[in-house]
């Protein structure tokens, strides 16, 4: 329990680990990797266009940015799934 701002604050446990909560745990951090790849290529993209004498970027680059960011997400949305439910990390940690 902790008081922030003159409130008690409650942690809430993520609660038991089920099937349909990992796959969509999975699938958002899949997403959440893709957004950041392309966030990435967006400013590849514009440091690009101001340096002189500067060319866009290829599809190609975009699609592979686009592919690394979603295997990130995807990647580190299993390793975080592992410390939150399986290991429960957060169980561990003494609360204020």
């Known amino acids: 329990m902790r008081i922030i701002a003159d409130r008690v604050v409650q942690f809430v446990a993520p609660g038991e680990p089920t099937v349909t909560k990992k796959i969509v745990y999975l699938i ?14 967006a400013l590849v993209e514009f440091s690009q266009l101001n340096s002189p004498g500067g060319d866009h970027i290829g599809p190609i680059f975009y699609w592979v940015l686009l592919l690394l960011g979603a295997v990130g997400g995807f990647l ?12 429960k990390v957060w169980a561990r940690r003494k609360l204020l």
Do not use: D, Q
Request: with cysteine; proline share 0%; net charge positive.
């Open 28 to 41: 958002a951090a899949t997403i959440l990797g893709a957004l950041v790849g392309i966030v990435a290529c």
């Open 76 to 87: 580190s949305g299993r390793v975080w799934w592992r410390k939150i439910y399986v290991e």
